[in-house]
């Protein structure tokens, strides 16, 4: 009888003229991210009175990471309920989409109603940016995406990763310390038309500089007449004005003119959700069955990625958006969340008036949200942190949320005495 014999030779991995493939010879290290380099120094410095203004997360007037009342009694809720059920995760998944929804347009409006949108749980605001890059690849391949400048850094690496051509367009004015509306405005009626558009709806990341209601009507105006898709990165709202329906009313004025829109949803800052990335991408589309297609291929799209989320965030979020009373706790909780930190902005402006300084300060109270940027050039911010042990991110941005009653004065006559005229 015949046997099929299997001869086995010894494996060989690919050789270089100097002997065995040495694989990962080639890779060299990846730039630090910022916010990680800020935090390992500020963790290295002994100095007691040392200041981290590099922080992403909201933190408390003790300068603690904040657990919102509303999140414990959520966790108390769904306490002893089997999250491994294949039958919770699928319908928290989509309470989580049709309340993250209705946070961005409204109740009252008939998106939810009318089945007019394609979400899907994303792993935070990161996620989502990064699901929506790859869809805008994958059916636009020849279209760029528009970055305000400056934007979340990111931003940048999110689009590049996924390979869709990046460009910027002008928002910051680095001698007024405020928007630059008329370049803006320039810059989005010689895009070419049809371009893809990303937006800050409130607290812009780093600026603090947010477009006023009639502003943001002339852009919405213009994106119709240009044909443009504006896509919305929705990190902080609550956190600009403290009324959630507010700090969305940018993307209702887009509603209201007749724009399919796109928006990433993250409650990392919002709800003190950091660990969980919990979060949420939305696509308002013609009609219903457009929806359902569009739904196809971004849960096509993110299970080649990362499957879902995990289901402990997504039932936490889904359990407050939810639920009315744990809602309202929240809307009162981000409100006084966005109080201390407007109440640190007063404070912080009075302190620099008060060290005699002969520059205009007024922009501390202007901007909104989570981060000052007070145009710091990079030796400033250099010696604030080797001089003062003041850190934060290298373009100067700093967060709100580290600044507390007891180190405000601190740190007002160390930015008075980087920033005086020698």
């Not at 600026?207 to 009507?217: K, M, V, Y």
């Not at 501390?364 to 850190?391: C, N, S």
Request: hydrophobic share 40%; aromatic share 10%; glycine share 6%.
């Amino acid at each position: 009888m015949w046997r099929l014999q299997l001869i086995r030779k010894p494996w060989r991995c690919f050789s270089t003229s100097a002997g065995v493939r040495r694989w990962f010879d080639s890779v060299g290290p990846a730039a630090k991210d910022p916010l990680q380099a800020v935090t390992e120094a500020f963790n290295s410095d002994p100095f007691p009175q040392k200041i981290n203004l590099g922080l992403g997360a909201y933190r408390d007037e003790q300068g603690k990471p904040l657990v919102l009342q509303c999140v414990q009694q959520a966790e108390e809720k769904i306490r002893g309920c089997n999250l491994l059920d294949s039958v919770s995760a699928p319908v928290a998944s989509a309470t989580l989409v049709e309340e993250c929804v209705k946070l961005v347009y409204g109740r009252s409006v008939n998106v939810v109603k009318e089945k007019r949108f394609a979400g899907v749980p994303a792993l935070s605001g990161t996620g989502a940016c990064r699901l929506f890059a790859e869809f805008q690849r994958n059916f636009f391949p020849e279209s760029a995406i528009y970055l305000p400048d400056p934007t979340w850094t990111n931003h940048h690496n999110i689009w590049a990763n996924a390979h869709v051509p990046v460009r910027t367009f002008h928002y910051y004015h680095p001698h007024l310390r405020g928007l630059d509306f008329a370049a803006l405005i320039d810059d989005v009626k010689n895009a070419p038309d049809g371009s893809f558009f990303l937006l800050h709806p409130c607290a812009h990341n780093p600026t603090g500089i947010d477009p006023t209601e009639d502003q943001w009507s002339e852009i919405s105006n213009l994106f119709k007449m240009k044909n443009h898709f504006p896509f919305f990165d929705m990190a902080y709202q609550g956190l600009a004005t403290g009324d959630v329906d507010k700090d969305a009313s940018s993307i209702r004025i887009f509603l209201e003119d007749g724009h399919l829109i796109g928006c990433a949803q993250s409650f990392t800052k919002t709800m003190g959700l950091f660990g969980h990335r919990t979060g949420c991408l939305s696509l308002l589309c013609a009609d219903r069955d457009q929806a359902v297609r569009v739904k196809s291929q971004l849960q096509r799209i993110a299970g080649a990625i990362y499957g879902s989320p995990p289901v402990h965030g997504i039932v936490l979020l889904s359990t407050i958006l939810g639920d009315q009373a744990l809602k309202s706790i929240w809307f009162k909780e981000v409100k006084a969340m966005a109080s201390r930190i407007q109440s640190m902005r007063a404070k912080l402006r009075e302190r620099l008036e008060l060290t005699g300084s002969s520059l205009n300060w007024e922009h501390i109270t202007k901007q909104v949200g989570m981060f000052w940027f007070p145009g710091l050039t990079p030796e400033q911010v250099d010696r604030l942190a080797k001089e003062f042990h003041v850190y934060m991110t290298p373009d100067g941005r700093m967060s709100m949320a580290g600044v507390t009653t007891s180190n405000v004065r601190y740190l007002a006559n160390a930015v008075h005495e980087v920033t005086k005229c020698r």
